[in-house]
């Protein structure tokens, strides 16, 4: 459900909670999946809002990259939704390429096996 | 896409990447809407794989607390997976009243407009 349309720019992301940094879901916008979840700096934010191709704060390499940046096989932002108290982006996705680096296409890939209720 | 199946245990999270923490997505098992992100640690997974119903830690509280506590209104996990490198959590739930707690079914609400491309 949307209940508030607003420009970019308009709402101003909360970083404060993580250390300068928001969850970004990303869920194919066709299939509905969920992908994965990075994370978004200022700057992250900032980049995917202007080019419309996904870009996160990658941790492990300290800096944020542009999502397909080694293959050239890009995540195209479809619709962006931002969450009640401004910590968490959704963002729905059309991906060129499978975006789990291990080929799948979603990094969810381990179903936890759940006693029967 | 699911490829391993595994008992609840078998797989370890990750929790040193967030401060004792991994992300949790609440993706609603039949509307397949994202309805929320919080945060699990240890003691809150533990006590949703135990109990079936989604357990947080919530931040602004600093504890673990059932999802519905106030009102008894509980979040009901069907289905977990755990991402290729074990350190987020997708759940597919069925929550018993809307999540947000504006009283909408997702807490996300506020659509970014994008630019037309």
Known sequence: MTT???IAGAT???FSKLNG???AVLQHAETKEVLMVGFMDGEAWEQ???TGLVTLFRRTLGRVQVKG???GKFVYVQRIV????DDTVLLEVV???PV???GYESCFIKEILLKQR
Chains 1, 2 share one sequence.
């Open 4 to 6: 508030d349309n607003t």
């Open 12 to 14: 101003k992301l909360n």
């Open 21 to 23: 940094l928001v969850p």
């Open 48 to 50: 995917t809002l202007q």
């Open 69 to 71: 940046e080694e293959d």
């Open 82 to 85: 931002v969450d009640c108290d």
């Open 95 to 97: 991906p060129e390429a």
């Open 100 to 102: 789990c680096h291990y």
